[in-house]
């Protein structure tokens, strides 16, 4: 006796049911399977459809039920789930169209609410019975037989795979099988918009197991998905509804990392896709600190990746979390010249206009964290910081806008921060030279006269660290552009400005300091070439007189500063411009201290030309003499 006909002796109200339905039930006696079974239940049911609509069949209720009960002892039968394999396409068919016909039984009197449930237990047994196969066989079945795209659209198996938007350790089977025939589905009815795993995932409201779970289970299936693999969109929109908590003991990077190698995904074409996710953590503040940074060591060698995700986090964060971050990375990673040229390139633009007494404070953190970087790597966190630094004082010391904001007491700070914070702890380089020029030659108003800007130039220069001016060539440091607000006019801001106390105290306060007596010099010298070259017969009468106003025309071998400036005077005025001996005005202090100074030869002059002028004045006073004895014997 078949299957069927026990089922049907025993069914309440067999006297009722129409023929169609009874040969739509038996059905599952036959033998065939495959697409032979599926054309054979395709007729009965068609002819079932056609019964129906011709006669009005009166006992359609009946013929439901029946039909329900036939296909869920189908499914509970040892005997039939052998064939269920080979019999996959017909039973979704036959479901979706009991679905049917209980919409149309539901508008009718004859709806009984027991079949609603019978309905769900239908479904439920249908997906297990699949579930069921897709585990015995590692994912390798069920798979659809069915070519027929009208039919396919008929059972719509993605409306079962939208259905499930809820995921947990009793639903991922199910969930894998009807994504791998939704595929199957799809390729055939769907040619030019295909199911996107994107989708499917994005269907999901609720995860009840972790996305370490959902790719574990995956894998175990992946002969499953040989045809349909989980892409990187579909991997990306995964992390997106199902991302690790943000207390999570491991790094939810490290998790994706590795779960992109499982899945096959390339590490930069993972980073590419992730940006816009990692962006939107940045800003939430969802990611821990560690964790981020962590990150950052990972991707270090890879130039292209490093550069996008640093520049999305130093775009977001406050300065001091991007400081922090540096000295994270400058603790647990290598700082290869990657992650250097991008901590210096993000780290300088940020750090450009911050508060003086923030970057202060930054400093302190490089200099505790020095303590923990290895030895090895200090050239490296101090070639960063060097860079940093050198970018906000370029920033901040020549624009306005910040430099009045800069005490002594600071620029003092920041000269101490810049050479012990170097590679090198050389003053030349160009944060120093600046912080030098602000503390020493940059005046706090341009009202004073040129006496009151050098009296305050030589009080700088006192109070400037001495052990630096003795360890530092001035020449090598002081720049002549840094002298021309202090330039004078000779000899008019002599006569004018610099009166006997004024040059006492220059004379009294240079307290030979190399740097000073340098500047001395260049002032000197520069403010000479600055004079009119066709006054200087005046030039020399003037600064003459001046010597005597002030009291300074005795040579004394410790008068620096005036043997200073008569050196000057007689290489640059005297040498250059004046033809003749005889033609010099008298300027007998001059000349005086001249040939002293060439005695003592203490100080840097040309001998040379000292003796060239002598013996050219020696010889022309002998040529005189010469013409006047020439003169007396002529007479």
């Given at each position: 006796m078949g299957f069927i006909k026990k089922l049907y002796e025993k069914f309440v109200g067999r006297e009722n049911l129409s023929a169609p339905c009874i040969l739509v039930s038996h059905v599952f006696d036959e033998d065939d399977e495959a697409e032979l079974f599926f054309d054979l239940v395709l007729a009965r049911f068609e002819n079932f459809d056609q019964q129906n609509n011709a006669v009005r069949n009166?006992?359609?209720?009946?013929?439901?039920?029946?039909?329900?009960?036939?296909?869920?002892?189908?499914?509970?039968?040892t005997e039939l789930c052998k064939k269920f394999l080979n019999r996959i396409d017909s039973y979704l068919y036959i479901y979706r169209r009991i679905e049917e016909y209980i919409g149309i039984v539901k508008q009718s009197a004859y709806w009984i609410r027991g079949w609603e449930n019978d309905v769900?237990?239908?479904?439920?047994?249908?997906?297990?019975?699949?579930?069921?196969?897709?585990?015995?066989?590692?994912?390798?079945?069920?798979?659809l037989c069915l070519k027929d795209e009208q039919q396919l659209r008929k059972i719509n198996i993605v409306q079962y795979l939208m259905a499930m938007t809820e995921i947990g350790a009793k639903t991922i089977d199910t969930f894998f099988v009807?994504?791998?025939?939704?595929?199957?589905?799809?390729?055939?009815?769907?040619?030019?918009?295909?199911?996107?795993?994107?989708?499917?995932?994005?269907?999901?409201?609720?995860?009840?197991?972790s996305i370490q779970e959902f790719i574990s289970n995956y894998i175990t299936y992946e002969l499953a998905f040989r045809e349909f693999s989980l892409d990187l969109p579909g991997f990306i929109e995964l992390i997106r509804k199902n991302h690790p908590s943000k207390h999570s003991e491991e790094s939810p990077f490290l998790i994706f990392l590795r779960l992109s190698k499982d899945l096959n995904i390339?590490?930069?074409?993972?980073?590419?896709?992730?940006?816009?996710?990692?962006?939107?953590?940045i800003k939430e503040k969802f990611y821990c600190f560690s964790h981020i940074g962590d990150l950052f060591t990972i991707i270090g060698r890879h130039d292209r990746v490093f550069d996008v995700y640093f520049t999305i986090y130093a775009n977001s964060v406050d300065l001091d979390d991007l400081w922090t971050m540096f000295m994270y990375l400058s603790t647990k990673s290598e700082l290869n010249d990657i992650i250097q040229k991008h901590l210096i390139s993000k780290l300088s633009i940020r750090t450009a206009g911050a508060p003086i007494d923030s970057f202060l404070r930054y400093t302190k953190f490089a200099t505790e964290c020095m303590t923990k970087i290895k030895h090895e790597y200090h050239p490296r966190f101090l070639r960063i910081f060097e860079n940093i630094f050198e970018g906000f004082i370029g920033h901040?010391?020549?624009?306005?806008?910040?430099?009045?904001?800069?005490?002594?007491?600071?620029?003092?700070?920041?000269?101490?921060?810049?050479?012990?914070?170097?590679?090198?702890?050389?003053?030349?380089q160009p944060s120093c030279l600046l912080i030098v020029r602000c503390l020493i030659f940059q005046n706090s108003t341009r009202q004073l006269n040129t006496a009151d800007k050098t009296k305050g130039l030589f009080e700088k220069l006192n109070d400037f660290d001495q052990s630096l001016c003795e360890k530092n060539n001035p020449a090598a440091i002081i720049q002549d552009e840094w002298?021309?607000?202090?330039?004078?006019?000779?000899?008019?801001?002599?006569?004018?400005?610099?009166?006997?106390?004024?040059?006492?105290?220059?004379?009294?306060?240079?307290?030979?300091?190399?740097?000073?007596?340098?500047?001395?010099?260049?002032?000197?010298?520069?403010?000479?070439?600055?004079?009119?070259?066709?006054?200087?017969?005046?030039?020399?009468?003037?600064?003459?007189?001046?010597?005597?106003?002030?009291?300074?025309?005795n040579y004394n071998i410790n008068d620096t500063l005036t043997i200073i400036l008569i050196i000057n005077l007689f290489e640059l005025v005297i040498v250059k411009y004046i033809k003749s001996v005889l033609s010099l005005p008298k300027i007998d202090i001059i000349m005086n201290f001249i040939v002293n100074a060439r005695q003592e030869q203490l100080h840097q002059m040309d001998t040379k030309q000292v003796d060239e002028f002598i013996q050219c004045a020696e010889k022309s006073i002998q040529q005189i003499l010469l013409l006047q004895g020439k003169f007396y014997l002529n007479l």
């Open positions: 009166k006992s359609f209720s009946s013929d439901v039920d029946f039909i329900i009960q036939c296909t869920m002892a189908s499914l509970s039968s769900k237990q239908l479904k439920e047994k249908l997906l297990q019975s699949l579930s069921r196969v897709f585990i015995e066989s590692k994912g390798l079945q069920p798979n009807l994504i791998k025939l939704s595929f199957q589905s799809s390729i055939v009815i769907d040619k030019h918009d295909r199911l996107q795993w994107k989708i499917i995932i994005s269907n999901i409201k609720y995860f009840k197991i390339k590490t930069e074409e993972f980073f590419d896709q992730y940006r816009t996710l990692f962006e939107r953590g901040q010391l020549t624009d306005e806008r910040y430099s009045y904001r800069f005490s002594q007491s600071n620029l003092k700070e920041f000269l101490k921060i810049s050479l012990e914070m170097s590679t090198s702890h050389d003053l030349q002298l021309q607000d202090y330039l004078l006019l000779i000899p008019e801001d002599f006569l004018r400005y610099f009166n006997e106390n004024v040059y006492n105290y220059l004379c009294n306060n240079h307290l030979n300091n190399r740097w000073t007596l340098y500047i001395w010099r260049r002032l000197i010298y520069l403010s000479i070439l600055k004079s009119k070259a066709e006054n200087t017969n005046e030039i020399l009468l003037k600064m003459n007189e001046w010597m005597h106003i002030v009291k300074h025309d």
